[in-house]
């Protein structure tokens, strides 16, 4: 694990590396294409140094937001990333006009539903049998932009100062 991390749009150089977490992180993964569509929308990626250490992927659509991928290398989890970038994520879906922002989550998925409930999400429904490899219910969660909280998470390592302006 090295020096700080910075957020920033995610650009087509940054795909790979992006495929490669997904792979590993996902039974299920996304391919490819998938990341290359995801650029038109709203695609984050957390770096350090030359390497890509975590990603987030939404979708804004009139005054709904939904966040499709959020994923965190493992060797660099417990630092606060997937709360910077979904905090990031969040902040950009309410500037292209969202006031609620939704999200699927495994029922198993007590790290991320933590991370999610921390930032204010609630739990709204169910879609039994959503997920693949394995098979699972996911829990759908939603909150009310802007989501509560600083702009920034001041003692974590991510450089809050470099986010590309969104375009
Ligand atoms: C879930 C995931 C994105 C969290 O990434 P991360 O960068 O390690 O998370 P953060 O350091 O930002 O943690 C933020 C909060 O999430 C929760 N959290 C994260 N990892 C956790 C874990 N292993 N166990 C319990 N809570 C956890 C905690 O509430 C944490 O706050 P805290 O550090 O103040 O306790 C990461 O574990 C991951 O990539 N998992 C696999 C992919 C995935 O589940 N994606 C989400 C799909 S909806």
Redesign the pocket.
Known sequence: MGGRYRIRTATEADLVAVADIERE??GDPWSLDSFHSALSDVMLVVTTGDRVA?YAVALGVADVGEILN???DPS?????????LVREVCRQLADRGAETVF???RES????Q??YH?LGFMSVGRRRSYYRAPREDALVLAAELPIAGPDDDDGHPVDSGVIDPFT
Not at 76 to 84: D, T
Not at 109 to 112: L, S
Request: proline share 0%; charged share 20%.
């Open positions: 992180v996902f975590g959020v994923a965190v660099h989890r417990r630092h606060g990333i997937a709360r910077r999200l699927e989550v998925n007590a790290a991320a933590s991370l921390g």
